[in-house]
């Protein structure tokens, strides 16, 4: 190229034209390491053209610039020849001692030149014995510096560069960069969610992502300095399959990565589920659904990563460097020695086959091995898990059926002393998934709702370590009334078998009977007795139930209760049901069991005991005329603490008996003593908020003249504030009073103005406003995020005349957003409905509002075509109207549904 001055015009088309031949090469190659490539290759084109011709100018007669006192390299990343769209440009400038006076200024004039082409670009001027000495205390710079690649200059400063580096790295020293930079790494996964299997996963930084393989790459290269490629020191630690892995993963992940720039225009690294239609077409996943392939392709991407990982820092641990990462121990290393179980050996303090002829010998000893590392509490040598997964076909249905084999496999599930790791092995191993089908299945099966957090295996397995904290004698974890319960448990193994397969028939229709088929057939080939089968097997058809049941109906209606109890049956059934629940929803994600959940959980199974030992009727009268003496009692001790006893005496006269069962007695009474205070006061109305830690909400208590549509005002008042109701009784006085409770939580699932006292004043004022007959001011459009928008929510309306005793039970469902359950309250006023309760559930995107409502007459709704037409209004109030795809035009997905 000539030496004339680069324009930013002409810079710009030459990298234009090198992102097409780039995608070019992509879409024709599938191959985004192979694009990586080409785009460094265009990005040195423009760096070397600018720069030359920026710096000869300056340059003293007959200096050439392969001779002048100065080197620009590139470092990082594109150091290393790979450049996604948005990544960073790393540049250096080493000089000598003696630099030219103009060369900051023109590199200057090339950092500006490259900024107005919109490119990020990182940038440092110095000696080399500065970058030695600067690399020398900071891992992160001493990574960089592994990559440094020169671009144009005096080649000498690039090698002596190199020189000081390697005067600087002792035994010492690159202990302490291996151990620094495994440091850096568990912390980058604590910030990612410590996890391989997140449905959004970061690709960059996420664990098993791009920066995982970058890392054993950098640690291979510190202890290999004479490699002149990374895969030429990777040799030394990774054998001939995990290197093939290795090849393979970041192929795909570079794939991956660069799909995901030209997507979206931008650096994004992480794999949200607006861009996994879009990705997955890009990538020609052509089947459906084609998102979850791409994403089981992912995981099991991200999985070789875990196993090269492990493999590599076992031969760090050799070479004494630094011990192994986290398994189920750690131990100095030792001499081999045999064990009493024959076949094993560890191996520098590692569990190891004697040999591999051990496994030919008896296959079951698959399934041995991680049995024997949990017993003796050793990790399980790479040598081993390499010889597991070589043997794989052992596993046959011969094996499945063997009972020695069921034997050794209830052990590892319900005896083991840390059942989530042990299980996590055999899985990433490839032993459980081969040996339960059922289980296979689910691996890497990615879950495209944004409800849970994890893949239905990771999700599976994060149940499985809860339930097992939960039933440790010294749990501290969990509900502190659970343990009791815990303890009662007859049969762990049932309890700990229906958690693995809870979630085995997503993907196959129904969830809870493919799941209820899924488990009955795995139980027969264990080998399980009838009444254990038919017990899992219930379990997991119904897994689901108890949490639909406390979060979507009124627990104070004894049809609610007895209706449940049918179903569950035995106070056994109740028991493993409410175990299994609770670990369900923790394994969903951080924040989402609270509080709230907790309460109602409690709730539910108190009421369901007590009804079956026989401290409750057992039908349906019996039970009426047991809430009427309930109700009794608590009037009765409302007008014992009331002083006021002309109020206490009208009170409990225009209240009706469904509220004096709808709460306990301490909050019938606090209720009933702020309702006098107001009458002192000569107040007809008023408004109470209190937060409630233990419950996971905000209660507000609303004591009004009753008005047209004030419930439905109330919610606008708390949705234009930035609350979420998440749940809401209604009682109305025989005075014409109404009085309602609501509980009210933040968008994180906390009580609503926690730490936040200017929330709950504007909640306040919003609600007075409303009891004032002020108009409620308009809220402004929240735009459904791209996330969200990755969805077809479809809507729905059931009615339910049999849920309840003297109630219509109305449960709608669609897309969530701010403002649908006013909205729906609305469409309820307007057509002279009366709400008794609300109670809502979200599930991600999707919102499940549930009204307990009747007629004027107090009657529920009997008329099939009032029921119709009310369904397709509340149906219309759901639809996603005018809903614009910020995404773009991606795929659609339908949502998963809980089931």
């Not at 496999?409 to 083991?416: H, P, Q, R, T, Y």
């Not at 394994?587 to 309460?599: F, L």
């Amino acid at each position: 190229m000539s030496n004339h001055k680069p324009s930013l015009k002409e810079l710009t088309a030459i990298r234009e034209k090198g992102l097409e031949e780039a995608k070019e090469i992509l879409t024709n190659t599938r191959d985004g390491l192979l694009a990586a490539r080409a785009l460094s290759t265009t990005q040195d084109e423009i760096i070397v053209f600018a720069f030359s011709a920026l710096i000869t100018p300056i340059l003293g007669h007959g200096v050439k610039l392969n001779t002048a006192p100065f080197c620009l390299c590139a470092t990082g990343g594109y150091g290393r020849g790979e450049l996604a769209p948005g990544s960073d440009i790393d540049l250096l400038l080493l000089h000598d001692d003696h630099p030219p006076e103009a060369l900051e200024a023109a590199y200057t004039d090339l950092l500006y030149l490259l900024w107005d082409m919109g490119l990020k670009v990182g940038h440092a001027l110095r000696k080399p014995e500065e970058c030695a000495k600067i690399a020398a205390s900071d891992p992160v710079s001493a990574a960089a510096m592994m990559d440094v690649r020169m671009l144009v200059g005096n080649a000498e400063l690039a090698k002596d560069l190199h020189r000081a580096l390697t005067a600087k790295s002792t035994a010492k020293a690159d202990r302490a960069f291996i151990a620094a930079k495994l440091e850096e790494r568990d912390q980058r996964h604590v910030r990612q969610g410590s996890t391989r299997y997140m449905v959004e996963p970061n690709i960059k930084e996420g664990k098993g992502g791009l920066r995982d393989l970058q890392t054993l790459g950098w640690l291979a290269r510190r202890l290999e300095p004479e490699s002149k490629t990374t895969r030429g020191a990777l040799v030394r630690f990774l054998d001939a399959q995990s290197l093939r892995q290795y090849d393979q993963a970041l192929r795909f992940m570079w794939t991956v990565r660069f799909w995901l720039h030209l997507i979206t225009g931008r650096a994004e690294e992480r794999l949200s589920f607006d861009l996994q239609p879009e990705l997955a077409r890009m990538m020609q996943y052509r089947d459906t659904p084609a998102a979850e392939r791409l994403m089981k392709a992912y995981f099991l991407k991200a999985r070789d990563v875990g196993i090269m990982t492990r493999v590599f820092c076992a031969k760090l641990e050799m070479i004494a460097a630094k011990r192994a990462p986290t398994g189920l121990s750690r131990f100095l290393p030792q001499r081999r020695k045999a064990l009493k179980t024959r076949g094993f050996v560890t191996e520098a303090g590692r569990l190891d086959f004697y040999s591999g002829k051990v496994v030919k010998q008896d296959p079951i000893n698959l399934l041995r091995l991680f049995e024997t590392a949990d017993v003796i509490g050793r990790d399980i040598h790479p040598d081993a898990l390499r010889t597991v997964r070589k043997n794989l076909s052992h596993i046959g249905a011969g094996f499945r059926e063997d009972p020695a084999a069921t034997e050794v496999f209830l052990n590892c599930l319900s005896k083991s002393r840390d059942p989530e790791t042990l299980l996590r092995l055999m899985s990433e191993s490839g032993v459980l998934g081969r040996y339960l089908p059922e289980f296979g299945h689910i691996v890497g099966r990615t879950q495209f709702n944004m409800y849970h957090r994890y893949t239905v295996d990771e999700h599976t397995l994060r149940a499985i370590g809860i339930l097992h904290d939960l039933l440790a004698k010294s749990s501290k974890n969990g509900p502190e009334w659970v343990p009791p319960i815990a303890r009662a448990i007859e049969n762990r193994t049932t309890l700990y078998l229906a958690m693995l397969l809870h979630d085995t028939g997503k993907g196959k229709g129904d969830q809870q009977i493919a799941g209820a088929q899924a488990a009955s057939t795995a139980c027969e080939r264990l080998g399980l007795d009838a009444h254990q089968t038919r017990q899992v097997s219930w379990l997991v058809g119904n897994h689901l139930l108890m949490s639909d049941t406390a979060q979507r109906r009124d627990l104070s209606d004894p049809q609610t209760i007895l209706d449940f109890a049918k179903i569950v049956q035995t106070p056994e059934r109740l028991r493993l049901l409410l175990l299994l629940t609770i670990a369900d929803i923790s394994a969903v994600g951080p924040e989402v069991w609270n509080g709230w959940k907790d309460r109602l959980l409690h709730e539910l199974f108190e009421a369901t005991e007590g009804l079956f030992r026989g401290k409750a009727a057992r039908n349906l009268e019996t039970m009426q005329q047991d809430a009427q003496s309930r109700a009794r009692v608590a009037r009765e001790a409302f007008q014992s603490a009331c002083k006021d006893k002309g109020f206490a005496h009208k009170w409990v006269t225009v209240l009706g008996p469904s509220y004096w069962t709808a709460f306990e007695e301490p909050t019938i009474i606090r209720q009933g003593l702020w309702a006098a205070q107001l009458a002192r006061d000569g107040q007809n109305s008023g408004i109470f908020l209190e937060e409630l830690p233990s419950n996971a909400s905000t209660v507000m208590r609303v004591l009004a003249p009753d008005a047209p549509g004030l419930f439905a005002k109330i919610c606008g008042a708390v949705c234009i504030a930035g609350g979420n109701i998440a749940g809401a009784r209604i009682f109305t006085t025989d005075d014409g009073r109404a009085f309602d409770v609501f509980y009210i939580q933040d968008r994180e699932g906390q009580p609503f103005g926690h730490n936040n006292p200017r929330a709950l004043a504007r909640l306040k004022t919003l609600a007075d406003e409303v009891l004032g007959g002020k108009p409620l001011p308009n809220a402004r459009p929240v735009r459904t995020s791209r996330r969200s928008s990755a969805f077809t929510v479809v809507p729905s309306v059931v009615f339910d005349n049999e849920a309840s005793t003297h109630q219509s039970v109305i449960e709608t469902s669609g897309r969530d957003r701010q403002g649908l359950l006013y909205d729906l309250a609305q469409v309820l006023w307007q057509s002279r409905l009366s709400i008794h309760s609300a109670h809502i559930a979200t599930y991600g995107a999707r919102a499940v509002d549930v009204f307990y409502v009747h007629e004027q007459d107090g009657q529920k709704i009997t008329s099939t075509r009032r029921r119709n037409a009310l369904g397709v209004k509340l149906r219309d109030m759901l639809q996603d109207r005018h809903q614009e795809n910020p995404a773009g035009n991606f795929e659609s997905a339908v949502m998963s549904e809980r089931q």
